[in-house]
């Protein structure tokens, strides 16, 4: 590969400020995305059972009940997860599991502002947000709000810290 490719460019990697930054597969991204989903879900359903006999809440996945306050309350919630998860350590707990962060073009961290403004096209548009990135911007591996925010998702590297071994025990 050539010390060339941008962040933007069409290679797998960038090469940024000497460092090299690699972008995320579409499809761990989607696995991330899929972990967050799943988990907020949970809570907000665990939340709903809990203030069930308190205060009459409408079911949050029964589409005949569907009431606009609720799809509204969850796409803030979605919002707010991801905007300050993103922008207090670049990683929402599903991004967290599958080893991503969201950083600057430059791989330095990302502000909340940034992370509100990526994580509102993931929140709200998201179907529109990724095909305006797979096809208007083929090969950068950038949904369009990564765009507007000058961000990157890329793989990290989860490993010990300098001067520190880690001794795993035989079972």
């Known amino acids: 590969m050539s ?6 460019g069409t290679g797998d990697l ?4 000497g460092r090299t930054l690699y972008l995320a597969k579409w499809s761990t991204r989607f696995w991330a995305w899929l972990i967050d989903v799943i988990l907020i879900v949970l809570f907000l359903n665990i939340v709903r059972g809990i203030l069930d006999p308190i ?5 949050i996945l029964d589409y005949k009940n569907w009431n606009p306050f609720e799809v509204g309350f969850q ?3 979605f919002f707010f997860y991801w905007a300050i998860g993103e922008g207090y350590c670049g990683q929402s707990i599903g991004k967290m599991v599958m080893n991503l962060k969201v950083v600057k073009r430059d791989g330095t961290r990302i502000k909340y502002g940034s992370a509100a403004l990526e994580s509102l096209g993931k929140a ?5 947000d990724c095909l305006i990135g797979w096809f208007g911007m083929p090969g950068t591996k950038l949904r369009l709000f990564n765009r ?3 961000t ?17 025990d035989k079972e």
């Open 3 to 8: 010390d060339e490719i941008s962040a933007t």
């Open 148 to 150: 507007i925010s000058d």
């Open 55 to 59: 205060w009459t809440i409408h079911p």
């Open 124 to 128: 709200i548009l998201l179907p529109i």
């Open 75 to 77: 796409t803030l919630f």
């Open 152 to 168: 990157l998702v890329i793989k990290t590297d989860y490993r010990e810290p300098d001067g520190i071994v880690y001794v795993k």
């Open 14 to 17: 960038a090469r940024v400020s």
